[in-house]
């Protein structure tokens, strides 16, 4: 199988490990055991429940109390509905390759996380791309979706909140979408990695599987829950596609890790904690970014609804690599080139990290960028 390199994925595997400010980390800043306890409101004896598990495979199909847990996250479903993945990354992949065949057609919202355009093409499907605009806030054009679908559709796939714009498609929005998939009856498959990071109200919209009864959602413990080394992700979705997908899921997972399986369980029945945690840090971060962006007349974005990251458009002359790899090698600070999710001329930007981090970080590249407009 002929698949295209992942472009974020080989930026990040080549230049994290040498930066100083990460500001390509699109995680809420990682919590430690200890940390998670904590905010869970749980002391350090709740470790000794772990000294009891066996390290067997535990159950496949991940534990019913996880399972529970996970299920609570979203309004109309249930156990049955929930099948746990090794990352959202895992449940990604295993649909895609549980739902689609050579030959359908499927349409992608771009852009995105590059799997889910890149194993649709791999599997031989026939993929649309659905480009999101700045002058749109980037936010899907409903017209031009429905221009884009018809009897041959599969599958329309987008992340929401988007990766890597941070634009959110609210309730109204995924009914709109669920409406057109209805008439030509499509699945649609969400990635809702980033879901519970909006900047405004509860911080938590609805999931596109409480919204259509062909919706899949994808998610995982890595951004909004700050547990990204846990590596525990999950499909929720009707029993038909969840079962369709274990079948595939046999062949490369056999089970998650138990100890893993048992943090996140504990984590997402206090999941509210973590997620006032990650609104606190996400919203006042943000506030921060804001008003950095203001002062800087080389940089323009569209800000951002939801989600950890965000395009912000420079108007240097120099490819978005070029730019990144200068201002690594200038100031530590890293970001992602726009190249390496087909948007040339951004870079991505996290900005959930440490607020000092963020901090100190975009005052090295405000002189970055000033040197540059100097020399110019």
């Known amino acids: 199988m002929n698949i295209e390199p992942f472009g974020v994925e080989m930026w990040m595997n080549e230049y994290e490990s040498k930066c100083e400010y990460n500001l390509a980390e699109t995680c809420v800043y990682s919590l430690s055991v200890s940390e998670l306890l904590e905010t869970c409101g749980q ?3 709740k470790l000794n429940d772990i000294l009891s598990l066996k390290l067997g495979y535990g159950d496949i199909e991940g534990s019913h109390q996880l399972r529970t847990a996970i299920a609570a996250l979203y309004v109309n479903q249930a156990v049955e509905n929930v099948l746990v993945t090794h990352g959202t990354i895992g449940a990604n992949s295993l649909v ?7 030959g359908d057609q499927v349409v992608a919202v ?3 996380y590059q799997q889910h355009y890149s194993i649709p093409e791999s599997i031989g499907a026939n993929v649309d791309l659905l480009h999101l605009k700045a002058e749109n806030r980037f936010l899907p054009d409903l017209a031009e979706l429905r221009a884009m679908v018809s009897t041959h559709t599969k599958l ?3 992340t929401n909140p988007n990766n890597p714009t941070g634009s959110l498609v609210d309730r109204a929005g995924l009914a709109k979408i669920a409406s057109i998939a209805r008439e030509v009856d499509a699945w649609v498959l969400c990635d809702e990695v980033y879901r519970g990071t909006d900047q405004t109200g509860s911080g938590t919209t609805c999931s596109i599987v409480d919204v259509y009864e062909k919706g899949i959602s994808t998610a995982g413990m890595s951004k909004v829950f700050s547990l990204a080394g846990l590596r525990l992700g999950w499909v929720v979705g009707p029993v038909k596609i969840v079962k369709n997908v274990m079948i595939h899921r046999d062949y490369n997972t056999i089970s998650v890790g138990v100890i893993n ?3 996140a369980a504990l984590a997402l029945e206090n999941h509210q904690s973590l997620l006032t945690r990650s609104k606190l ?3 006042r971060n943000l506030e921060m970014l804001a008003k950095w962006v203001d002062s800087e007349p080389s940089i323009d974005w569209v800000q951002p609804s939801s989600g950890t990251t965000t395009l912000l458009k420079y108007d240097l002359a120099m490819s978005s690599r070029d730019f990144c790899i200068e201002l690594l090698k200038e100031t530590g600070v890293m970001f992602t080139p726009g190249s390496a999710m087909g948007m040339e001329g951004y870079v991505r930007i996290g900005y959930a990290n440490p607020t000092a981090v963020l901090q100190q970080g975009l005052k090295l590249v ?3 960028l ?3 407009i100097v020399r110019v």
């Open 261 to 263: 399986d048992f943090l």
């Open 366 to 368: 405000s002189k970055f």
């Open 370 to 372: 000033t040197d540059r």
């Open 156 to 158: 329309i796939v987008l």
């Open 110 to 112: 771009v852009p995105s």
């Open 281 to 283: 840090i996400t919203r």
């Open 43 to 45: 002391s350090s004896e």
């Open 96 to 102: 895609h390759q549980s739902l689609l065949c050579r």
